[in-house]
């Protein structure tokens, strides 16, 4: 059975910082694309970052360069998201997610597989 799990998530004032984790497993995901997005309340769930197999290549929104980090480690099935300098309008629930047989993914259809999703809160 194929899983994402995220951890990491929590309650942290503006200008903070968080790392959240996605732990794969069921199958192998070192030649998928791994992505993060975000839901915010009462919108639509957007794009945050990917990465390609082999931590090759990393894309960013807008919103979040600068200040989020995507890495991965293959050998632990495990991709990070380091959060620094939240600012309130960060405050969503973030999602993993992988595509396979990608080279490129920003759209949610785009990926096969997804978490469940863990809470960031960021306070003014």
């Known amino acids: 059975q194929v899983q994402l799990e995220e951890s990491g998530g929590g309650l942290v004032q503006a200008g903070g910082s968080l790392r959240l984790s996605c732990a794969a497993s069921?199958?192998?995901?070192?030649?998928?694309?791994m992505g993060w997005f975000r839901q915010a309340p009462g919108k639509e769930r957007e794009f945050v970052a990917f990465i390609t197999w082999s931590a090759g290549s990393t894309l960013y929104a807008d919103s979040v360069k600068g200040r989020f980090t995507i890495t991965r480690d293959d050998a632990k099935n495990t991709m990070y998201l380091q959060m620094n300098n939240l600012k309130p309008e960060d405050t969503a629930v973030y999602y993993c997610?992988?595509?396979?047989?990608?080279?490129?993914?920003?759209?949610?259809?785009?990926?096969?597989?997804w978490g469940q999703g863990t809470q960031v809160t960021v306070s003014s």
């Open positions: 069921g199958r192998t995901f070192s030649r998928d694309v």
């Open positions: 997610a992988s595509a396979s047989g990608r080279y490129f993914a920003t759209t949610e259809r785009a990926y096969d597989y």
